[in-house]
C-alpha cells in the first residue's frame, strides 16, 4: 500500500540543492576512506575511487572482500589469517591473505570483515601502519547497488552501517546507494570504463559533485557536517536518460517509508522478503516535516536524488521521554 497521493498533497516545497562551484584545488589535502559493502571488487566503488582520485582527493578504499550487504552495523572480524573461501567474484581467491592491498595500488584495500569493520580496520590499523596516522576528513560509503531508503532500512543497510560507525568517532561520512541493483564485477566492465552513460559513472560523478559542495562549504563553516550527523543519499535510476539527477533535500522518514517484511510463499512453504508499509515510519517528529521524504521522492519522482541528514543521537524527544518516564515513575528511582 502507497500513500503517495496524500505525500503529493503534504509537499509543497520541494528544496534543491545549487550546484556546486567546481571542485577546488584544496582537494589534494582532503583524505577520503571509501568503503561500501557490496564489495571491493564492485565496478560502482571502483568508478568512485577513479573519480574522486580524479577530482584531486587522496583517496583510501578498505572494503569488504565478500558481498556484506544487509549487515547493518554488524562488527564481524576475520578469524583466520588468509581466506577460506573467495572473495565476491572469487577475487581474490580462496588461500589469500584476509586483508591486503592491490599489487599495483597501495590504497586499495579489501579486509574479510563488515563495512563497519572496515572502517574500524582502516582508522584503528591501516591509517596508523602505512598513512603516518593521517587523519581521515571523509568516510564515503557506496554507491550501493540498491538504495537504502528509510528507517527501516537504517540499521539494517551494510552502506549506512559504515557510515554511522564513522559519526560514532565524529567523522563526517556520506552513504551514497543507487537504484540500479546489478552486482558486476569491475573487471567486466572495463570496456564501459569511459562511457559516460553508465551507471556506475553516473553515480561516480554525482558523488564527486556532492563531495566536492560539502568540502568547498567547508572552509566557511567549522564543522564539515554538524557532530552526530550524516547524509543519507539515494539516487533514483540513471542511464541514457538520465545522466544528470537532480539532488533534493530530504528527511528519512514520512511517506513511502519503508521497513522489512515477509510472506509465506505458498509453493515453497518458505518465507520470503517484502517490504511493509506501516504507519511508525511515516511519522515525522524531529526535523524538518516540511521536506519531501526520501523514499518518496526517489518512488514518485524521476531523475531525482535525496540527500538526507540523520542523526546518531537515538534518544527520543524530550516530551516523548517524559511521558515514558512518568509511566514508569512507580519503578523508578
Ligand atoms: C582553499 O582553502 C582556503 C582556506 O581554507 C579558502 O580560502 C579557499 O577559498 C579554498 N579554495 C578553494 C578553491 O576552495
Ligand atoms: C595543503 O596543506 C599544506 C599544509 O597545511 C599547505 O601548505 C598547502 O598550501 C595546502 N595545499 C593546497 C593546495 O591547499
Ligand atoms: C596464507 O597467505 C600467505 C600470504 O599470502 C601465504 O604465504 C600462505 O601460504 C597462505 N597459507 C595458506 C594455508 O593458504
Ligand atoms: C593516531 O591518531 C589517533 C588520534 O589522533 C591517536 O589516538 C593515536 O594514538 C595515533 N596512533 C599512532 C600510532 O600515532
Ligand atoms: C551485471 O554484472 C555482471 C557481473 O559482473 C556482468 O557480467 C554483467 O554484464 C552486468 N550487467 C549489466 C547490465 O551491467
Ligand atoms: C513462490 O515460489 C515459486 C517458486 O520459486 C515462484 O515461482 C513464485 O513466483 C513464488 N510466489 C510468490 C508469491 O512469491
Redesign the pocket.
Known sequence: MKFSSIVCALTAAVSVIAAPVSSGSNNTNKTILLTNDDGWASTNIRATYKNLKNAGYEVIMVAPVSQRSGFGGQFLLPTTKNLTTGGEFNYPPAGSPSWDHEKDDMNIWYFNGTPSSCVAFALNYIMPKYYNNKTVDLVVSGPNEGTNMSPGLYTLSGTMGATYSAVNRGIPAIAFSGSNSNNSFYKDDVSKENDKTFTPNILAKKVVQLVDALFASYHNHPNMLPVTTGLNVNFGPVGADCMDPEYVFTRLDGPDSMTPSL?M?Q??GLP?WSFGYYPATFTCVFGDCDLPSEAWLITEKTCKASVSLFSIDYDADYKQASRVQSYLAPVLN
Open positions: 510472506a510463499n509453493t515453497t520470503v
